[in-house]
């Protein structure tokens, strides 16, 4: 079994910052890559940005300049950091992580959501 733990929303005026947490555990054997997605009310979900194990990213154009994914020391910890936030950046985040886990092969595990408000 696999879990992720989210952290870090919130609310926030316009131009401000908030940094995003997500940690796996459980039966991992590798991690492939670990992403951030976020779905608005009434609108589909959709990628943010993604960092692979190799260490390469890409990003939504929508957030190139403005986000930054990164890993942690221990490589099983991904975060968010958002800067310069806008009112359209409003959505629930969400953590995606594609595994290799043990016993159970490759799996792709989301986490629970965390809010994003941003205020005008």
């Known amino acids: 079994q696999v879990r992720l733990v989210e952290s870090g929303g919130g609310l926030v005026q316009t131009g401000g910052s908030l940094r995003l947490s997500c940690a796996a555990s459980?039966?991992?054997?590798?991690?492939?890559?670990m992403g951030w997605y976020r779905q608005a009310p009434g609108n589909q979900r959709e990628l943010v940005a993604v960092?692979?194990?190799?260490?390469?990213?890409n990003y939504a154009d929508f957030v190139k300049g403005r986000f930054t994914i990164s890993r942690g020391n221990a490589k099983n910890t991904v975060y968010l950091q958002m800067n310069s936030l806008k009112p359209e950046d409003t959505a629930a985040y969400y953590c995606k992580v594609s595994v290799f886990a043990t016993a159970l092969g490759n799996l792709e595990v989301w986490g629970q959501g965390t809010l994003v408000t941003v205020s005008s």
């Open positions: 459980g039966s991992i054997f590798s991690i492939n890559s």
């Open positions: 960092i692979t194990s190799g260490s390469s990213t």
